[in-house]
């Protein structure tokens, strides 16, 4: 096959996964138990939805091009929301609205590598920013962490080269749900000011940290601009993941390159998202603290059914956002074990040898849970089908 710039990746994860579903049926009683994707199923609020409606009836200007940047409106509203956030100062010029998050990671690589960069990811890493950076040609190192999977700053500083241009990370951590101290992703500021890099974190999950008050202080940093990319998404709190719309924040010259980037490939956000992302900042703040509140109670939940786990060899890695991360005790290889368990456990989860490179032993005795959608019962469910194996 000939070398293109999209044969240098994998396919799609996700995709991947649920082919494995084909030609596998599962009765009534025992359903599939869906672990394998970040998104919440269920639509918006109702009110949200008909304020959607609305706007899409009553406003020329939800069928029309905006700004490439995003609406000034949505940039407005969201600096002011980051700033009480992170009890920091952030202005409108500063933030610039994206077709979803994953396109902010895009635009952002795209505006601060050239081919054969560098970025320094740790592991296990979400799979998309691996994806796009090979797709951009742009080598992912992969900085390995350990059994509390957070990654290591004087480990990421032997890593640097000359050719490095930023560290990404994400927190609350997609796959492994650990969120990272304040003093964790300080150090990696530190590290980037240093080497004169960026330091990219995407906090899509923010709005599900179990801790109260700002999860780090980095926009409090003076001149945080000219090193922090902050990114963002509105697909999980408003449950708008089909709108795409997701946000950078970092400073207007980093901004000016980006803006390149997103007309070419997208003109402008899509007006409705805007419109749905602004009206669910300005409407919805009790209705995402009672969405935090459940999922953080779903949380707990594995953690009361975890000790059924570890009595048959399981380890709990990680927990948080919308994930927990473990370690199978089985003589067999995570991507085998996925596989297996469609048929044999009616359940649908990610082998953590998607989210590690192919050198990388780690990923074959680990797997990704996706809690989100699982209420208590679901939960008990799927533990009671996971103690049951033997293989
Ligand atoms: C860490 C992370 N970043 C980005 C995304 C994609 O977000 P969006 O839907 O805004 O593109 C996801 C979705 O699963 C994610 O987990």
Redesign the pocket.
Known sequence: MTQTRTSATFPPPVMEARRWLEGVTFSADRPLINVSQ??PVDPPPLALRQAMAEFAVSEDSAHLYGPVLGNNTLRTELAEQIGAHYAAQVSADQVAITS????AFAATISAITDQGDEIILPTPW?F?HKMWLDVAGVKAVDLATGDDLLPDPDAARALITDKTRAIAL?TPN?PGGVEYPANLVSAFYDLAVEHGIRLIV?E?YRDFDSRSGPPHDLFRKPDWQSTFVHLY?F?KAYRL?GHRV?AIATGPDLLDEIEKFLDTVAICPGQMGQFAALWGMRNLSQWVAGERDEILDRRAAILEHMPGLTSKGWRLLGLGAYFAYLEHPFDLSSNELARRLVSEAGILLLPGTMFVPDHSPSGKRQVRVAFANLDRDGIRQLFDRLQALSF
């Not at 979803?100 to 396109?103: A, E, I, L, P, V």
Request: glycine share 12%.
């Open positions: 970040a998104a979803g998050c994953n396109q979400y998309n994400v997609n995407d899509t998404s697909s993941t997701g």
